[in-house]
């Protein structure tokens, strides 16, 4: 079955770099997904991964795809206040659109 | 573009009211969703419409139907609302594809029940 982990909640330093992790246990994802979510708000999109990729980034966005232990995880470098939210991980699987989505981790950034 | 709107925004309901909560996106997407959010457990899918005239369960349909009213309209309609629906309901939007799939979220509406 489909099933996605993060642990809930990091604190990290104004400056610092942040990593979030998320296991997830379908094989055959092809797709997997970021979303940030801020207070109050609907989630968006951060970045994404297709399955066949070990590593994209994008600006202060690193995402590390490791598919043999079905592990993703995300790294903010240089967090900003304004990072703080909910980030959630995602996977979609076989030829349909739907997405099954982690538990949400809340960053805290202090200064 | 508004993307996705939701209405109402919140709501309070007694045990055993009815209500619907109303979604529309102006995309021209094909697929919508219905997640609700509670804390420690992330956003779980209740229903979905991989397009206009059709909807299919998801992980918690149990209590709740909707309507495809047409492509742009997808409304979650709760029969007798028990306290355990009190929650975050988001309605999201997507293009249909085997690609790529970003969904597009409303800002969800904050629904407790008494």
């Known amino acids: 079955g489909e099933d996605v982990e993060q642990s809930l909640f990091l604190s990290v330093r104004e400056g610092d770099s942040s990593v979030i992790n998320c296991t997830y246990t379908?094989?055959?994802?092809?797709?997997l997904y970021w979303y940030k979510q801020e207070p109050g708000a609907g989630l968006q999109l951060l970045t994404y991964?297709?399955?066949?990729?070990d590593m994209k980034q994008d600006q202060r966005l690193t995402v590390l795809l490791n598919k043999k232990d079905k592990h993703l995880s995300l790294r903010i470098a240089d967090t900003q206040t304004g990072d703080s939210a909910i980030y959630f991980c995602?996977?979609?699987?076989?030829?349909?659109?739907?997405?099954?989505f982690g538990t949400g981790t809340q960053l805290k950034v202090e200064l | 573009n508004a993307g996705v709107t939701q209405t109402p925004k919140f709501q309070v309901l007694k045990t055993g009211q009815s209500m619907t909560l109303q979604c529309a996106q102006d995309?021209?997407?094909?697929?919508m969703y219905w997640y609700r959010q509670d804390p420690g457990m992330g956003l779980r899918l209740i229903y979905y419409?991989?397009?206009?005239?059709?909807?299919d369960k998801g992980e918690v349909p149990n209590g709740y139907n909707v309507s495809r009213l047409n492509k742009r309209e997808f409304s979650l309609r709760l029969e007798s609302a028990a306290p355990s629906q009190t929650s975050v309901y988001f309605c999201?939007?997507?293009?249909?594809?085997?690609?790529?799939?970003?969904?597009?979220f409303g800002p969800g509406t904050r629904l407790t029940v008494l």
């Open positions: 995309m021209n997407h094909n697929s």
């Open positions: 995602a996977e979609k699987t076989g030829g349909g659109n739907k997405l099954t």
């Open positions: 419409s991989a397009s206009e005239g059709t909807t």
């Open positions: 379908d094989s055959s994802s092809t797709y």
């Open positions: 999201a939007s997507s293009e249909y594809t085997s690609g790529h799939n970003e969904q597009f």
């Open positions: 991964i297709f399955s066949n990729m």
